[in-house]
């Protein structure tokens, strides 16, 4: 049959169009999502913060060719933040605001809580997760395949010995014999994994999962790494000695071997992005890095992270435990290697993601969270105006950033963490590693300003409120909380609507039924919660 030349016309704008709506389609199919949280890591621990101490090539060259975030912020602890990253709603709404779940004890993030996996598989993401839970698993439902990830590998508790995989939570208050092993491919435990460093071991799985995975499906990968937590008491900092010899300009032998933990997960992070590239997923992926909280300074738990310059310590509401180390990278951020100074905060992530996989965020309910990707992507002002430190109303500790300023009140350790914590070993030569990372300018640094003689004294939270311009002063040297009254009150009239939010804290005591040994030396749940009995009024009838 003959086609006339407006017919000829015709046929090709359709098939321009369909053409194009084919592309369309195809360049709008939904990134894939790994999500790499770093445990207890710290301010002045990655050089594209400007440690002189620490390379960390390929965390530089996520960050500095990205969007690193400089304002950003998390709780001051582990489990609090993990639970903001998985609902969106601040640890004061979900009873996690006090401490982290101990090994035993029967409490976890609530059930009613939709979380992260089970908000993206309607979306027709394939969810992972590989690396640490620590969000309750006294009752197999509160663990991260019954709720919602497709697998899991990795622990269960809060930390582990690196290379045995054990947990031990014997403690000062005599509760001893505490100790099993916490490694599970799903729900079974793991016991040939005895002698591998997990920071290399989870990167493995994780590649494991990229390389076998469908590309025309999207995929989410929560990849929450052990790296750089202490271990166990009796060996607490470990690392591959082919780390710890990187670093021999590292007098202090807890950083140096601290510094090789860092390494040996910045090796892990660049494994899995060359693994992103080989299966051609990198150019349709956002990678976000993040901090769960500051980093324990100076023997803090036992370990040798560093903040410097910033005050104060991990589980300290200072800014030393709760000013992220974070970053954002993906082919998609429309104006990228460069820094945000815009308020930003861990609570920001779920609704980011659930928009970046095609929801939309402003149907999500209860959140404290908002969709901030406008604000990443392209440099817009930040919807966020404000940030809920915590209010642990056990300890007696409170905190809150508006706009430029802060107020802290109440006492964490009796003050005992509270200052500032150079961190250790530092000489004049630096590790013989160059960082060839592409820079558009230098690292990020914090500049504190001239510390007056008082900074140590002249703001006592036990006593009262003090109030901290964090823009003009991030290293909380100068409380002017006493000549400024009306902002005094105002930001205590803030706190006191945020507590008048909260639901109670969910801790619960140990619970001896909790102890491996009765689980065949394993770390597992031990509460039915088909049981109507005691077990289940316990859990839930008394929460504190």
Request: hydrophobic content about 30%; glycine content about 10%; proline content about 8%.
């Amino acid at each position: 049959m003959a086609v006339d030349s407006k017919g000829a016309l015709l046929l090709l704008i359709i098939t321009a169009v369909l053409y194009e709506g084919s592309s369309s389609s195809e360049a709008t199919q939904p990134p894939h999502i790994i999500l790499i949280v770093a445990d207890d890591l710290g301010w002045n621990d990655v050089s594209f913060h400007g440690s002189d101490q620490i390379p960390t090539p390929n965390l530089d060259s996520l960050a500095y060719s990205g969007v690193i975030l400089g304002n950003y912020y998390v709780s001051p602890i582990c489990t609090p933040t993990r639970s903001a990253i998985m609902t969106g709603r601040h640890p004061i709404h979900t009873g996690l605001q006090h401490g982290v779940i101990s090994g035993a004890t029967p409490f976890g993030l609530p059930l009613n809580e939709t979380i992260l996996p089970q908000y993206l598989k309607p979306l027709g993401y394939a969810t992972h997760i590989v690396g640490k839970w620590h969000l309750g698993h006294h009752a197999w439902e509160f663990t991260p395949t019954y709720r919602g990830f497709d697998s899991y590998y990795g622990y269960l508790t809060g930390k582990d010995n690196y290379y045995d995989h054990t947990d031990d939570e014997s403690n000062s208050k005599g509760e001893t014999g505490y100790k099993g092993l916490d490694l599970r491919n799903g729900t079974e435990p793991v016991w040939t994994e005895n002698g591998t460093y997990s920071t290399e071991l989870f990167a493995t799985e994780a590649e494991r999962i990229i390389a076998s995975h469908d590309t025309s499906k999207p995929l989410f990968l929560y990849l929450p790494h052990q790296a750089v937590h202490s271990g166990n008491p009796d060996n607490p900092l470990q690392a591959p000695q082919k780390y710890i010899d990187k670093f021999p300009h590292i007098q202090h032998p807890g950083r140096r071997t601290f510094a090789a933990m860092v390494s040996a997960l910045d090796d892990a992070v660049g494994n899995v992005t060359k693994a992103l590239s080989a299966r051609g997923m990198l150019e349709n992926s956002v990678i976000i890095f993040t901090t769960d909280n500051g980093g324990p300074a100076a023997g803090f738990d036992m370990n040798y992270a560093s903040n410097w310059p910033l005050r104060g310590v991990k589980n300290t509401l200072w800014e030393g435990g709760v000013h992220g180390t974070g970053f954002v990278h993906s082919p998609l951020i429309k104006q990228p290697k460069r820094t945000t100074h815009e308020l930003l905060h861990v609570c920001d992530l779920l609704p980011t993601i659930y928009a970046l996989a095609g929801g939309d965020s402003t149907e999500l309910k209860n959140l404290d969270g908002t969709n901030v990707w406008e604000t990443i992507s392209r440099g817009v002002e930040s919807p966020r105006v404000e940030v809920l430190h915590n209010i642990d109303p056990k300890r007696k500790t409170a905190a809150l950033r508006y706009g430029d300023y802060k107020i802290i009140l109440g006492e964490a350790y009796k003050g005992a963490w509270d200052g500032w914590y150079p961190p250790e070993g530092v000489t004049t030569n630096r590790s013989e590693e160059t960082n060839h990372a592409p820079r558009w300018s230098g690292p990020l640094k914090i500049k504190c300003g001239e510390k007056p003689t008082n900074a140590s004294t002249n703001c006592k939270p036990r006593d009262n409120p003090c109030v901290f311009n964090i823009k003009e002063d991030p290293c909380e040297f100068n409380n002017i909380a006493d000549w400024n009254q009306p902002l005094l009150n105002f930001l205590m009239g803030r706190l006191e609507a945020y507590s008048a939010t909260a639901v109670p804290i969910r801790n619960q005591p140990t619970d001896p039924r909790g102890n491996p040994k009765y689980h065949g030396g394993v770390w597992s749940p031990w509460i039915n919660l088909t049981d109507t009995g005691g077990s289940t009024n316990e859990l839930f009838g008394s929460l504190q």
